[in-house]
């Protein structure tokens, strides 16, 4: 292995934190097998060498980062193969579904961190926080992040605290987002979307802005949030929580979100 870091995969998040390695002075490789046109453009754009396969990034990278929708996690850390490196899964998993990860990529031979994901995609100091949590490791991979804007925080050695920090985080966040769309798609159904509208503006007047920005975030990224809510409702059961908030959130992302002329649509990927 040399020293390499690896992404999988180039998404909006994924090309975005590379891009931050590559000016920290990172070689950072991906693999493009099996992705699509936009994620060759983020990677190329971000200044990323294309290794074509995961085997080949798990050849070179002594440290990969595993960025990808949340029902993905799973097949792309078993798509590297034999790895001997450290592998961070930070995406939006449950702390099973990470140590169920865990257990995939130490039997292949690599050192497992755990990671989640807070913020947007990095451009400046702020913007994100990756939380990790695992051992010594933990530490050598927020090391990389020093000196950028990427504000890496290393969170124990238990795998799943950094999974459980961003379950918890994003319970609120996209679990807020679907009771939104709900209640609008209730008020519709009930014909009663316009009183609910005008009672909103006396008493509740940040929930129209809101709802817009909610449908928007939606539109464009419920899909993903599908998964994210099942792994959130499945934290939430291992603590003894009530499950039902976040599986109907997966419910409600599954359908297209409301839009405010009346109509229900937008794609479910857009
Ligand atoms: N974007 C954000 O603002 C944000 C914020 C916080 C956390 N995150 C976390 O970052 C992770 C990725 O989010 P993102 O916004 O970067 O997503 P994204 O823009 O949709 O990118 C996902 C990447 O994963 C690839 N991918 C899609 N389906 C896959 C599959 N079945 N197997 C392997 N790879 C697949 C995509 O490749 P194709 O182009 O070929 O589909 C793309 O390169 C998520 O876990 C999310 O929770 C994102």
């Not at 291992?238 to 997966?250: D, E, I, K, Q, Y």
């Amino acid at each position: 292995m040399s020293s390499a870091v690896g992404v999988l995969h180039p998404g909006e998040m994924g090309a975005a934190i590379g891009a931050v390695l590559v000016g920290a002075g990172h070689r950072v490789v991906w693999a493009s097998r099996g992705r699509s046109r936009a994620t060759r453009d983020r990677a190329s754009a971000a200044g990323l060498e294309d290794l074509a396969t995961p085997a080949r990034v798990a050849a070179e990278a002594d440290i990969v980062l595993s960025v990808c929708p949340p029902a993905a996690a799973m097949d792309t850390a078993v798509s590297l193969g034999a790895y001997s490196g450290v592998y961070v899964d930070a995406n939006a998993v449950s702390p099973s579904t990470a140590r169920a990860i865990a257990t995939a990529v130490e039997r292949a031979g690599a050192t497992f961190v755990d990671g989640g994901i807070v913020g947007s995609p990095p451009s400046r100091p702020g913007d994100v926080r990756l939380y990790l949590s695992g051992g010594t490791a933990a530490g050598r991979v927020a090391a990389l992040f020093e000196t950028t804007a990427v504000d890496a925080r290393v969170l124990g050695d238990s795998i799943g605290s950094a999974s459980a920090l961003k379950c918890g985080y994003a319970a609120w966040t996209k679990g807020t987002i679907a009771l939104l769309l709900a209640v609008r798609r209730y008020a519709r159904a009930s014909g009663t979307e316009e009183a609910l509208l005008g009672e909103w503006a006396e008493s509740l007047p940040e929930l129209e802005v809101r709802f817009e920005r909610s449908a928007a975030s939606a539109r464009a990224k419920g899909w993903r949030w599908i998964a994210e809510m099942r792994e959130i409702a499945a934290a939430f059961d291992a603590a003894g929580l009530p499950a039902g908030f976040h599986t109907a959130a997966a419910e409600v992302f599954a359908m297209p979100p409301p839009d405010v002329d009346g109509e229900a649509g937008g794609k479910a990927r857009g």
